[in-house]
């Protein structure tokens, strides 16, 4: 999204669709969309929520799906195990859209999905699956959680690959959509509901 203010927004609900996935898009490519940085919220191993800022990696309108990577010794894939229903909240300011979407998640560690995305994982994201403690380690000391020879640069592509065991993708199907756009002249909210390949329900909301 620019930072231009849209004075025509979209006023009906399929177009409401087609714009949010046509910036999910945008986001996945432009570092600098403000979401490219989704908020992602798990159900904790004790039952309690946690959310994380994660990169958006991948939005695909045709199967609803959104996608992120992590370092597989996080909790995330056990709190994924434990329950699949991830929700996804974004956030744009110059437009004032906020997005919330949530599935049921799906996670990739030794399959095709997993080795198609560490393929186009740039060095400087692989040095983050370097590191030397599980995500969530308790320390005895601060450390920088990287190899000390990569503390100040980049692995190269063969050193790299020692992050290859670390890594992970998580895909969500969405089948909950709620979008949220603000105007002095009235706000804008729909909801869409999805039950496998079916709408369920595509619904104008009260802001």
Not at 7 to 25: F, I, Y
Not at 40 to 51: C, K, Q, W
Not at 104 to 130: F, K, M, N, Q, V
Not at 191 to 200: F, Y
Request: aromatic share 6%.
């Amino acid at each position: 999204m620019s930072n231009t203010p849209d004075l025509q927004p979209a006023r009906d609900l399929p177009e409401q669709l087609s714009v949010t996935w046509a910036q999910l898009r945008l986001a996945v490519a432009d570092a600098k969309h403000e979401w490219h940085l989704p908020v992602v919220s798990t159900i904790g191993l004790d039952g309690s929520p946690e959310a994380r800022t994660v990169v958006l990696r991948a939005a695909d309108e045709a199967n609803r799906e959104l996608v992120f990577n992590t370092d597989r010794r996080s909790l995330k894939p056990r709190e994924i195990e434990r329950s699949s229903r991830i929700a996804w909240t974004f956030y744009e300011r110059g437009h004032r859209v906020q997005l919330r979407m949530s599935g049921s998640a799906t996670i990739h560690a030794d399959d095709a999905i997993a080795d198609e995305a560490w393929s186009r994982t740039s060095l400087s994201s692989r040095r983050c699956y370097l590191a030397p403690h599980a995500p969530s380690s308790i320390l005895e000391a601060w450390d920088p959680n990287l190899p000390q020879d990569l503390l100040a640069s980049i692995p190269d592509q063969t050193a790299s690959e020692g992050g290859r065991s670390n890594f992970m993708v998580v895909r969500t199907r969405i089948d909950r959509l709620d979008r949220l756009e603000l105007h002095h002249d009235g706000h804008l909210r729909g909801r869409w509901r999805w039950a496998g390949e079916e709408v369920v329900e595509t619904s104008w909301l009260a802001p």
